[in-house]
């Protein structure tokens, strides 16, 4: 005992500094794999604070280009407005008995505006932080769109009042995209390299493709909803190794001045996410393989 | 007491600079990182106790690595280099003159070629742990050599011309005072 401690008290600085290290190691993988982290949810309190009060100078410079995204939004949904259109005379319609109301409609997507406080674009994992979190009503895996309706992430991690989004500018990034022409799907995803391209993965070489193509979410996504816009294909090349096209495609977000968001919750993406899970134990699971 | 205040303003001066200007400035290439804020270990007073050092640099790493959402990463490399810093001084520094005559490492302190010494050992040691840590989970070989290199010549740059911009005012120890 007595050597213990003797040993303890002459290396008590490496002793220390090895903690130390294993401290921040554990950190770093429980956030690389859960995005999770001691003392975060705390901390995010802290630094949301700060960076809200940052965000309020910042925000003047973009206000331009948010003005026109807004703007533009705006214009799209005045297009959808009932007013206008014509009712159809109903006097001419031989009446029938309808005893399902057909006009009604089940709610999917819930949106919920946001601010972006802090954002990055320079690391290989990028994440943003809204001003928005747990008390409002924001869960992890929520969709993240840019004020002009394109998608800009996922929400990764929340606190009560803050939330952290992975943006798409994030290596480990994954979201079902499909071309709007032919509704072809593959995955969009980021190499790290430049923040003006993302990559198509996933769209076969029979496929006619065009530079300038457009590539919105897919209807098989669970958390964004479908058709919202993710850019246009910018460079086409092929990989003769495989049966794929090379797609670079260019986000129709631009990732450096994000300010106003939309949050997008699915109602149904719980049940979808058990079913998946369900069926998938279902079939993978030996005791239910029949022989 | 006036030594800590300035040392607690000077730590949050770097992360805020760190945070709010050099993790956000326009994207160059992906190799290039600008990182400035460990300058505040290497400009810890010699005075200061090894086990306070592990524990501020811990501290400090910390705060960047809450602010960019990367638990762990810069902490791990800060209580790197601060455990490496007074190994560093011992051999950089003259033997005779155990009692430094000024209070933290600075070109006055240490003539040039030590303390340039001593920051680009110091910088590359953070840098090549840094992207070392990140090349576990991400990355090609290529990118971590780069990262490491451009990053150590960027942060060297930035920390000479901090030195020439903001000359620390340090008083001369005599043992007459």
New interface residues.
């Given amino acids: 005992m007595r050597n213990v401690l003797l040993f303890i008290r002459r290396y008590h600085t490496f002793l220390l500094f090895l903690l130390l290290q294993i401290i921040s190691w554990w950190f770093l993988a429980s956030f690389n794999r859960f995005h999770e982290a001691r003392f975060l949810t705390a901390a995010q309190e802290v630094t949301g604070s700060i960076n809200s009060r940052y965000d309020r100078v910042e925000d003047f410079f973009q206000l331009r280009a948010e003005n026109e995204r807004v703007h533009q939004l705006n214009d799209s949904l005045l297009q959808l407005l009932p007013a206008n259109t014509l009712l159809v005379d109903t006097q001419q319609i031989e009446k029938e008995e309808i005893t399902l109301d057909s006009v009604k409609r089940l709610r999917r997507y819930v949106y919920r505006p946001a601010t972006v406080i802090y954002n990055t674009v320079n690391e290989e994992k990028n994440y943003f932080q809204i001003d928005r979190g747990s008390a409002q009503g924001i869960r992890e895996n929520m969709a993240v769109l840019n004020s002009d309706g394109s998608a800009v992430g996922v929400i990764v991690f929340v606190s009560p009042n803050f939330a952290q989004a992975m943006s798409l500018l994030h290596v480990q990034q994954r979201v079902n995209a499909a071309l709007k022409k032919t509704g072809d799907f593959g995955t969009l995803e980021w190499d790290g390299a430049h923040p003006d391209r993302l990559i198509l993965k996933g769209i076969p070489k029979s496929l006619f493709l065009k530079i300038g193509d457009t590539v919105v979410t897919s209807t098989y996504s669970f958390n964004f909803p479908p058709g919202k816009m993710l850019g246009t294909v910018s460079a086409l090349s092929t990989d003769k190794r495989t049966n794929f096209h090379v797609i670079e495609v260019k986000p129709a977000a631009n990732f450096r001045n994000l300010q106003q968001v939309f949050v997008v919750e699915n109602l149904q993406m719980d049940e979808q996410v058990n079913l998946n899970r369900e069926a998938r134990k279902r079939i993978e699971d030996p005791k239910n393989r029949k022989p | 007491m006036t030594g800590f205040i300035r040392y607690f303003f000077r730590a949050l001066l770097l992360v805020a600079v760190q ?2 200007l050099l ?5 160059l290439h ?1 190799l ?2 600008p990182s400035l804020y460990f300058v505040f270990v290497l400009w810890l007073p010699f005075s200061m106790s ?2 306070g050092l ?2 501020t640099s ?1 501290l400090l ?1 910390l705060s960047v ?9 810069h ?2 490399a800060c ?2 280099i601060a ?1 490496l810093r007074p190994y560093l001084i011992t051999i950089l520094m003259p033997r005779d003159t155990q009692e430094f005559q000024y209070p933290e490492p600075a070109v006055k302190a240490m003539q040039w070629a030590p303390y340039v010494v001593y920051i680009l050992i110091l910088s590359f040691v953070h840098h090549f742990y840094l992207t070392f ?2 090349w576990l ?3 090609s070989f290529w ?1 971590f050599l780069g990262k490491t290199l451009l990053g150590t010549l960027i942060s060297f740059l930035l920390i000479l011309t901090a030195d020439l911009l903001f000359p620390r005012q340090q008083s001369y120890r005599t043992n007459t005072a």
């Fill in positions: 945070v709010y993790n956000k400035v326009p994207h992906r290039v990182l090894r086990t592990l524990f811990f790493g690595d809450y602010f960019s959402l990367t638990p762990g990463l902490a791990a209580v790197l455990y840590l990140q989970s991400v990355g990118s």
